[in-house]
């Protein structure tokens, strides 16, 4: 806390804009390569998925038996980042802990960014693509699928407005000071977007009203997303999906993995943008902790999903069971265990690792045990059938994603990655007046 | 004046009849009109497709929508007052794959698509095995339908299980739900050996012909055939006797192969019928009969029941 005070001496409305506004009206080439290279991979992937529109679903590893792949995995995992969003701004916020202030936008950008993606995956992974409209038009209330798009949509929509509003004032800051620093087109988009806002106290009043409102709302709809989300599978008769637990078992899972994708976003958006003085050690280390909690319940949830039914080992439930623990996916489901949770929470309790860089590295295991952690909820579940599995060739038994299936996930998440980039460059990262505000500067007077 | 009231009175009801109906018709005609404009296919030109009766028949393209619509609507109401059921006695059953082929052919499916299966089963370690035929279970609770999106697989009121691979958009977590395995995804587009056979041919929903590339296939229990009083294809074609079809509400089934019926509650209840997987609540369709007294011990490439070789069968 003691850092926070010393910037708060010096700090004045001229300092903040700046420091904040510095990353939109600067070019950096380093910037610059990372958007290419993830544009050329975006690229790439969408030319493999035009192949797949072709020839059709045959170009990936799925077959009959293990119909659902990487592509449904990484939509739980694009689902589960996304809860990030609600976990910083929603539950962290509302309790009134004010260290979130320069993060939660961030939080919030990965929110829209990653579950955009993940209505984009689903489509990626229908058969019939150009039937999409069918599930407006012929839809059955009764199908988990429906809810789940019913929440997910409604989730997009809250998150972008959870995002724009608080960032009116920013806008209006944007369109009166940055005239001809940027160009003319970007300055028009902040005009546009700024709505007129000129920060009268009756403004004010409302966009606080507001924001109190969408941030209570959107708890029950991120519950509610990754809730559905699970339901896809824990609503069907599969042994390894068949589990009272899985709600819960995926909103804790997804709290991991959002914490881990913020860790990493925090550390390089400070570093790329030199923001040392906003998002502090103080940020990394209540994220450390954050970390650690929602991971002790994971951990818990992990406990009662797995020991409960290999204790009791039912003939059905032990098949599954022996290819995570030792079986085809042994090192799989121990890498995801040891580095997607134990690990970091070992890591967690030491204050020394508590720090940007090693906090960076824990999110990294963080993210891609959590993405390897959806495949083994959604893969090996189904390699087993209740009924021998003959008379079919020997690529249908099993599962290998194929070089176009992966190339089309990681284009996806590259996708993602590229919306967060765009977005953190587009917009200032975190809330100007919301940072003057906390730091006892008055906006209005500069404005 | 109350006369020539009266007389215009029934004579304008007639022209609003009239003009109503002629409203109707012109709606009518105007839709077809719509729904032919949609197809790409020039006017004038034929098509072709297996009618009720199972035998080709030719249209104008301007009737073609009328008869998909058609089709789909008959195939979505099925057959009044019946209630499919197949039983399947597993101790006639020697492996002849007959039944599959049978079933491929008729819906045009690939090698890798088999929505009949017979399984190689073993109970329990040491207790021999037994072949078991494996059609979708036509489940009274299925959990394939309860999951569909869009209503493209659904149970009609004859216990069929059907699917409309015009609606289904590949979403595939029918598969997932099933716990039968039953149902197979059209991966690629269709088989070429049928290419030529079904270029032109109008969706038959009863059929479920021609596959569709990146949506589901299943056993729809040859719901064509059963529409013109035929048995199924696999049922018509087992040369051993191991299938009985009929409807459970006249309590009647017949066998494919010696054409013979019987009373079903009578054949359940002494041979001591059961179904597939009953504690999932499923309530299948598809009941078995225990593989007692199998007919040959020789039929697995030599290997018998008892998993043994047929060498060492006779060292014994």
Redesign the interface.
């Known amino acids: 806390m003691s850092d926070i005070k010393i910037i708060d001496q010096k700090a004045t409305f001229e300092n903040i804009k700046e420091d904040l506004l510095r990353p939109i009206k600067t070019k950096n080439w380093k910037y610059t390569l990372w958007i290419i290279s993830l544009v050329i991979f975006v690229a790439i992937s969408l030319w493999c998925y035009g192949l797949q529109l072709k020839d059709g679903l045959v170009v990936t590893g799925m077959r009959d038996y293990v119909s659902w792949g990487i592509y449904i995995s990484t939509f739980v995992f694009f689902v589960a980042v996304a809860l990030v969003g609600m976990l910083i701004s929603a539950v962290v916020g509302l309790l009134g802990q004010k260290w979130i202030t320069p993060i939660s936008r961030i939080a919030e950008m990965i929110a829209l960014a990653f579950v955009m993606m993940a209505g984009l995956i689903i489509i990626v992974d229908m058969g019939r693509p150009d039937r999409l409209l069918n599930v407006f038009i012929y839809f059955r209330y009764q199908s988990p699928i429906f809810w789940d798009v019913t929440v997910v949509t409604t989730y997009v929509f809250i998150s972008a407005l959870l995002l724009f509003l608080p960032m009116l004032p920013d806008l209006g800051i944007m369109r009166n000071h940055l005239k001809g620093d940027v160009p003319k087109w970007k300055w028009n988009l902040y005009n546009v977007l700024s709505l007129g806002w000129i920060g009268t106290p009756q403004q004010y009043k409302i966009l606080h009203k507001t924001t109190r409102v969408l941030l209570i709302l959107v708890v029950p709809v991120a519950l509610a997303i990754h809730t559905v989300t699970s339901w896809l599978s824990a609503m069907t008769l599969r042994p390894g999906w068949d589990s009272t637990i899985f709600g819960p078992y995926y909103v804790t899972g997804a709290f991991v993995a959002g914490s881990g994708a913020v860790l990493i976003a925090m550390y390089f958006i400070r570093r790329g943008f030199h923001l040392e003085e906003y998002i502090t050690e103080v940020q990394f280390d209540k994220m450390g902790k954050l970390m650690v909690l929602v991971s002790l319940v994971y951990l818990y949830f992990n406990i009662n999903e797995f020991i409960v039914p290999a204790y009791k080992m039912k003939t059905i439930e032990a098949v599954y069971l022996k290819t995570l623990f030792a079986g085809s996916y042994v090192y799989t489901f121990w890498f995801t265990q040891i580095f997607g949770l134990l690990l970091p929470i070992i890591l967690g309790f030491f204050k020394k690792m508590r720090k940007p860089f090693p906090l960076m590295l824990i999110g990294v295991s963080l993210v891609v045990g959590a993405w390897f952690k959806r495949l083994i909820i959604i893969v090996p579940a189904l390699i087993h059938s209740y009924l021998p599995q003959q008379n079919y060739p020997a690529n249908f038994h099993g599962y290998e994603p194929t070089g176009i299936e992966l190339t089309i996930t990681l284009g996806t998440i590259a996708l993602a990655v590229l919306i967060v980039s765009i977005l953190v460059k587009l917009f200032p990262v975190m809330s100007i007046w919301e940072i003057a505000h906390e730091k006892g500067v008055d906006v209005e007077k500069d404005l | 004046m109350d006369q020539t009231n009266e007389s215009v009175k029934p004579s304008r009801r007639a022209f609003l009849k009239k003009f109503g109906m002629t409203l109707g018709a012109v709606g009518v005609v105007g839709a077809l009109g719509v729904l032919n404009s949609c197809s790409t296919k020039e006017a004038g030109k034929k098509f072709r497709f297996i009618n009720a009766k199972g035998e080709w028949e030719e249209v104008d393209v301007s009737n073609m929508k009328l008869h998909l619509t058609e089709l789909q609507k008959r195939g979505r109401e099925g057959i009044h007052n019946k209630k499919f059921v197949k039983v399947i006695d597993l101790s006639k059953c020697k492996n002849a794959q007959i039944c599959?082929s049978a079933c491929q052919k008729a819906h045009h499916l690939r090698p890798?698509?088999?929505i009949m299966?017979?399984?190689?089963?073993e109970n329990s370690n040491g207790t021999g095995f037994y072949f078991m035929p494996?059609p979708c279970q036509h489940c009274d609770n299925p959990?394939c339908t309860?999951?569909?999106?869009?209503?493209?697989t659904f149970k009609r009121e004859d216990g069929i299980v059907l699917i409309d691979n015009e609606?289904?958009?590949?979403?595939?977590?029918c598969?997932?739900?099933c716990?039968?395995?039953a149902?197979?995804?059209?991966?690629?587009?269709v088989d070429p050996r049928y290419a030529e056979e079904e270029k032109d041919l109008i969706y038959n929903i009863e059929l479920n012909v021609p596959q569709k590339?990146?949506?589901i296939s299943k056993c729809i229990f040859s719901a064509d055939r059963v529409r013109i009083g035929k048995l199924p294809y696999c049922v018509s074609a087992c040369p051993n006797g191991v299938y009985w079809f009929g409807d459970f509400n006249e309590d009647v089934v017949t066998n494919g192969t010696s054409k013979e019926s019987t009373r079903l509650s009578t054949l359940l209840e002494e041979k001591g019928a059961y179904t597939?997987?009953p504690e999932?609540g499923?309530k299948p369709r598809v009941y078995y009969l225990p593989p007692v007294d199998r007919l040959s011990k020789y039929d697995y490439n030599g290997i018998n029941y008892l998993g043994e070789k047929e060498a060492d069968q006779s060292e014994e």
Do not use: H
């Open positions: 599959m890798e698509q088999p299966n017979v399984l190689r089963m494996k959990p309860k999951v569909c999106p869009v209503d493209a609606r289904c958009i590949g979403c595939r977590f598969i997932a739900a716990p039968y395995s149902r197979v995804f059209n991966w690629s587009d590339k990146g949506t597939l997987i999932l499923t």
